[in-house]
């Protein structure tokens, strides 16, 4: 009778000891399905957080007040002379046949744009920058210097920095412009510009 006793006691005790474990698992679980929850959840937080961070960015970027009609028309202006004359210089010493092609292009369409500008602002009655500014100046005059390969390769790199940030001038004047005919202007000559900036990047790529 006590070895019976003895025996449900021992099978009592081994079935508490089982249940404690299963319990302990169990909750073990619950707590590490909680805290990954709760990692997933702040994970989420942090990266809605930073796109609208970025989005916020990105619209003020976009909405941002474009140049004053007046400066926009002298930038472009001065730009569009020194593109000319880079233009003319690549189109005579480039070794390149692309290079000399795309300089050619440069002198024709941005000569039809510096004269449409030049009559825009004899309307309103501005007076344009007769040549570069200094700094294009310098520009100019070290291409001149350079000769080979070393001035295809120059002149190439050049090209793709002035119209990446032509583009990006004339679309903000084209959405945001205050005056109706310059923000006009901006987006008529904005196309002309995606196009070279396309050719020369093309031209850049081959090169590479």
């Given at each position: ?26 909750t073990v679980n619950i707590n590490r399905s909680t805290a990954s929850n709760a ?58 046949a692309d290079i000399k092609k795309f300089g050619q292009m440069m002198v024709d369409?941005?000569s039809k744009a510096n004269a449409e500008l030049k009559a825009l602002a004899a ?86």
């Amino acid at each position: 009778m006590k070895n019976i006793y003895l025996s449900g006691s021992v099978l009592c005790l081994t079935a508490l000891i089982f249940a404690g474990c299963g319990g302990t698992d169990t909750t073990v679980n619950i707590n590490r399905s909680t805290a990954s929850n709760a990692m997933g959840s702040a994970a989420n937080s942090i990266g809605n957080a930073a796109n609208t961070v970025a989005n916020t960015v990105s619209n003020i970027a976009n909405t941002s007040t474009a140049a004053s009609p007046d400066d926009f028309m002298n930038e472009a202006a001065i730009g569009g002379m020194s593109e000319v004359e880079l233009g003319k210089i690549a189109a005579a010493k480039a070794t390149n046949a692309d290079i000399k092609k795309f300089g050619q292009m440069m002198v024709d369409d941005h000569s039809k744009a510096n004269a449409e500008l030049k009559a825009l602002a004899a309307k309103k009655g501005k007076t344009l920058p007769a040549e570069p500014d200094s700094s294009h100046r310098s520009v100019i005059d070290s291409m001149k210097a350079k000769t080979g390969a070393d001035f295809d390769e120059d002149y190439v790199d050049a090209m793709v920095d002035d119209h990446e940030d032509d583009v990006a001038a004339f679309e903000k004047e084209a959405q945001n412009g205050t005056d109706a005919d310059v923000k006009a202007f901006a987006a008529k000559t904005l196309p002309t510009l995606k196009k070279h900036l396309d050719a020369i990047k093309a031209i850049q790529a081959k090169m590479k």
